[in-house]
Structure formats: C-alpha cells, structure tokens
Nanobody, 113 residues
Framework: VQLQASGGGFVLAGGSLRLSCAASGTDFSSAAVGWYRRAPGKQREFVAGVIGGGVTSSVASLKGRFTASRDNAKNTVYLQMNDLKAEDTAIYYC????????WGQGTLVTVSS
C-alpha cells in the first residue's frame, strides 16, 4: 500500500493550490488520512486531516487557510491551500493517521513572495 501526493508547484504568495492524495492497493475511503509537510531544515509536521466520515481538522495556525477533504468515489483525499505564504514552502505528504505506511515522495510546494 502506498499513498502518493501530487499537485504541488510554484505559486505566488496569496495564491492557492489543491493537492491530491491517491492510494494504490487499497480502498482508503473509511480511513483517517492526514496531510503533513516538511519545510527546509525542519521536521515533518501534521497540517490537516480527514476521517472516514468526512470530518476534517487542521492545526490551529492553519485553520481558515488549509482544508482537507475526500472524494470516496475517486478514492482520493485533497488538501485545499489558500492564501499561501512563503513559510508554507515545503514538501507535502499524505499518510494514514492511525497506521502510517512508508512515506511516499511527497509533492513540493514553493511559495514565492
């Protein structure tokens, strides 16, 4: 089982991106899935997540800007990121929250001010 994040890229400060997380080898429609990021020189941190019922959560500092969601028909989890800031520059990953699997390569988000 592997989860792969995609959709990263270069964006100007204030812009938006939507990342996607797709799973291979499993149906993760009922699983809690989290989004994480690792900024240059920092440790990986949790940013937002969505549980099986669709309830979402975000770290307090990102509430209102980052929102996780899921489309079970597409077996995909999303991270909508709005009003991006330079400090959001990082590699973004997705993984199961309760029983993480090996980390994928992630997707790089670069925000230029």
């Amino acid at each position: 089982v592997q989860l792969q994040a995609s959709g990263g890229g270069f964006v100007l400060a204030g812009g938006s991106l939507r990342l996607s997380c797709a799973a291979s080898g499993t149906d993760f429609s009922s699983a809690a899935v989290g989004w994480y990021r690792r900024a240059p020189g920092k440790q990986r941190e949790f940013v937002a997540g969505v549980i099986g019922g669709g309830v979402t959560s975000s770290v307090a500092s990102l509430k209102g800007r980052f929102t996780a969601s899921r489309d079970n028909a597409k077996n995909t989890v999303y991270l909508q990121m709005n009003d991006l800031k330079a400090e959001d520059t990082a590699i973004y990953y997705c993984n199961f929250i309760e029983r993480p699997v090996a980390w994928g390569q992630g997707t790089l988000v670069t925000v230029s001010s």
